[in-house]
C-alpha cells in the first residue's frame, strides 16, 4: 500500500500545528508561526479567541445537532441577525463554501425555472474565478486545472474575462439566468471589480430580469472592512453565498437571497443533514456578535490601511521582488515579479510567517482581522529579513 491514508489532494507542508494562540500556529515540534493566512480568511478572531470558546462550550453541553426535520430557534435568530445586516430576506445555512455556491446557482435557476422560463439556466461567470471543488463549482470556474480528470463539466456556465462589461453584454443570450462573481477574486490574486464592473452587472441584471449571485465566501465577513463586500460598491446582489469567516473556525457557510430570488426554494426543493445546526449556529452567532459592529468594522478598516501603507513604502526597497499591493481592508495582495509560491515557503520555513499565494502572481495576505500593531511590527520584521535573504530565482 504507497497511498497515505490521507488522500494525497494537498501537497502537505512541513508545518504541522497543534496549537493555536491568538495569531499564532505552534507546530508539533513547538516552533511558533505568525499567521497571516489564518485558514485562508478562516480564522478571523484568532485562534483562541474567548468568546467563540466560550459560545462553543457552552452550546457543546446543550445542544449539538437536531435534524431541520425539527423547529430551530437557533437558525432562526441567526438567519434573522444575517436578514438584518444585510440586503437579504431568507437564509439557507450549509456546512462550507461550495455548498453555498451550489445552492446560490440552485436558487438562481430555479428562480427563473418558478417563473416559467426552463431555458434561462446558464450563469455567466468570470475567468479566474474560485467558487469550490464541487462538481457545479468546478464547472463555475474557468480554471482548466481544476477540471482535469473530472470531465464532463455541468452545463450552464459561460467564461468571460473579469471588469470586462462589454464581454458581459456580447454574452448575455436567451439561456442567461444571471452572473456569479466574486467582487474581489480571491484565488485568482486578490483581484477587485471595479466600481463600474459592479454597478454595470447590477444594471444589466435589472434590466434583463437576472440573477446577480456574488461569491463573498473569502472577501465577506468584515473582512474588507465593512461586513460584506458589496456593500462598498453601493449595489446589492440578489443572491449570495457567504462562508470561510462566518463560523471563524467552525464549518458553516450560508446562501442569503432575497424573497423575489428565493421564488422558487420551496418545501423539499434544497436540504443539508448537517446544515444549520445548533453548533454551528452558536459559532456564526458568536462571530457576527463580535464583527457585525462599526467600531469592530472601523476598526478592520483603520488596521488595513495601516498596513497596506507601510507595505507600499516596503515594497519601494524591493523593486526585483515586488510590483504592487491591492485589495481591501485585510485581504491583502502583493502582486510579485517573481514566483509568489517559493517566496511564501521562504517566509515560511526561514521566517515562520505564513502566507497564502494565489493566482496573477500574488501572495495573499490574509490575517485574522483582530491583529494590532504588534502583529503588524512582527510581520514586518520577518517579511523584511525574508526579502533580503531570499535566493532570487536565476533570471536567463
Ligand atoms: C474558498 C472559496 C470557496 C469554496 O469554499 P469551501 O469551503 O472550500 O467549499 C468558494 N468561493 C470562494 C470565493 C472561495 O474563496
Do not use: W
Not at 245 to 250: E, K, L, S, T, V
Not at 280 to 306: H, K
Amino acid at each position: 500500500m504507497s497511498i497515505s491514508p490521507l488522500m494525497p489532494v494537498y501537497p502537505r507542508c512541513d508545518v504541522r500545528p497543534v496549537r493555536g494562540d491568538h495569531c499564532h500556529l505552534i507546530s508539533e515540534d513547538g516552533t511558533r508561526y505568525l499567521d497571516f493566512a489564518a485558514g485562508i480568511a478562516v480564522n478571523l478572531l484568532g485562534h483562541s479567541h474567548p468568546t467563540l470558546i466560550g459560545a462553543l462550550q457552552k452550546q457543546a453541553e446543550t445542544l449539538m445537532h437536531v435534524s431541520n426535520l425539527y423547529g430551530s430557534p437557533q437558525g432562526e435568530a441567526l438567519a434573522q441577525r444575517l436578514v438584518d445586516h444585510t440586503f437579504a430576506d431568507t437564509v439557507f445555512f450549509t456546512n462550507s463554501g461550495a455548498e453555498a455556491v451550489e445552492a446560490a446557482i440552485k436558487t438562481a435557476r430555479a428562480y427563473h425555472q418558478h417563473e416559467g422560463n426552463e431555458q434561462r439556466f446558464e450563469l455567466i461567470t468570470f475567468n479566474n474565478a474560485f467558487h469550490g471543488r464541487t462538481m457545479a463549482t468546478i464547472s463555475a470556474s474557468s480554471q482548466e486545472k481544476m477540471h482535469k480528470g473530472f470531465m464532463p463539466l455541468l452545463p450552464g456556465f459561460k467564461y468571460v474575462d473579469f471588469n470586462d462589461l462589454e464581454g458581459v453584454k456580447a454574452a448575455i443570450g436567451p439561456n442567461t439566468a444571471g452572473f456569479l462573481v466574486e467582487p474581489i477574486q480571491g484565488e485568482g490574486g486578490i483581484r477587485p471589480a471595479t466600481q463600474e464592473f459592479m454597478k454595470g452587472l447590477r444594471d444589466l441584471a435589472d434590466e434583463h430580469d437576472l440573477m446577480l449571485v456574488l461569491d463573498e465566501v473569502q472577501c465577506g465577513v468584515a473582512r474588507t472592512g465593512t461586513l460584506y463586500a458589496y456593500e462598498q460598491y453601493g449595489i446589492e446582489p440578489d443572491i449570495m453565498a457567504t462562508a470561510k469567516g462566518i463560523g471563524g473556525g467552525f464549518p458553516l457557510g450560508a446562501c442569503l437571497a432575497t424573497e423575489k430570488a428565493a421564488r422558487g426554494m420551496g418545501f423539499g426543493s434544497h436540504g443539508s443533514t448537517y446544515g444549520g445546526n445548533p453548533f454551528a449556529m452558536a459559532a456564526g452567532m458568536a462571530v457576527l456578535d463580535t464583527v457585525a459592529n462599526d467600531e469592530f468594522l472601523g476598526q478592520v478598516t483603520a488596521t488595513g490601511e495601516r498596513l497596506r501603507s507601510r507595505l507600499e513604502q516596503f515594497i519601494g526597497n524591493y523593486p526585483e521582488l515586488f510590483e504592487g499591493v491591492r485589495g481591501k481592508g485585510l485581504m491583502l495582495g502583493l502582486k510579485m515579479k517573481v514566483e509568489p509560491r517559493p517566496f511564501m515557503q521562504h517566509l515560511r520555513d526561514k521566517h515562520q510567517l505564513l502566507t497564502v499565494a494565489a493566482g496573477d502572481n500574488t501572495l495573499r495576505l490574509l490575517p485574522p482581522l483582530i491583529i494590532g500593531d504588534a502583529e503588524i511590527d512582527e510581520f514586518f520584521d520577518k517579511l523584511s529579513k525574508g526579502a533580503n535573504d531570499y535566493p532570487m530565482p536565476e533570471s536567463d
